[in-house]
């Protein structure tokens, strides 16, 4: 069978964006600790990784691989910078990551976040959807 006909179980996608984006969603969160800064151009390295993803596992192109291509890199970069702010504040209160992540606030999440992010975290936020819509399609 010519790889151009083969096509991915419809389980498979959802699989590997769950298991690829969870894999770069806690690269970040550990660099962005370790640099202590919010490392917004990883966004850029979640939307390579999904329009990977997207490719190795078969989904046909067009239109609505360009959407979940975005929809994907947009998801792992808001959880990146929720995780982040959620476990710096949880270090200073002595909580874990994970008890810290379900306590913050959106508004409170938002401040820290907004307070922290330079120009070029912004950029690179803004552009790494766009581009993993625009290299997916």
Do not use: E
Not at 44 to 65: E, H, K, Q, T, Y
Not at 100 to 108: C, D, F, P
């Amino acid at each position: 069978m010519s790889p151009a006909l083969r096509r991915a179980a419809p389980w498979l996608v959802p699989l590997m964006l769950v298991l690829a984006g969870g894999s770069v969603l806690v690269i970040w969160v550990a660099l962005a600790l370790y640099l202590q800064r919010q490392a917004g151009w990883m966004a850029l390295a979640a939307a390579l990784d999904i329009v990977l993803v997207l490719r190795l596992c078969g989904m046909p192109a067009g239109a609505r691989r360009a959407v979940l291509g975005g929809v994907a890199t947009v998801a792992i970069s808001l959880l990146a910078l929720w995780t982040i702010a959620a476990t710096q504040m949880g270090f200073a209160f002595g909580l874990n990551p994970w008890d810290s992540v379900l306590k913050l606030g959106a508004h409170h999440a938002w401040t820290l976040v907004s307070l922290t992010t330079s120009p070029l975290d912004a950029a690179a936020l803004v552009a790494a959807p766009l581009l993993a819509a625009w290299w997916t399609r």
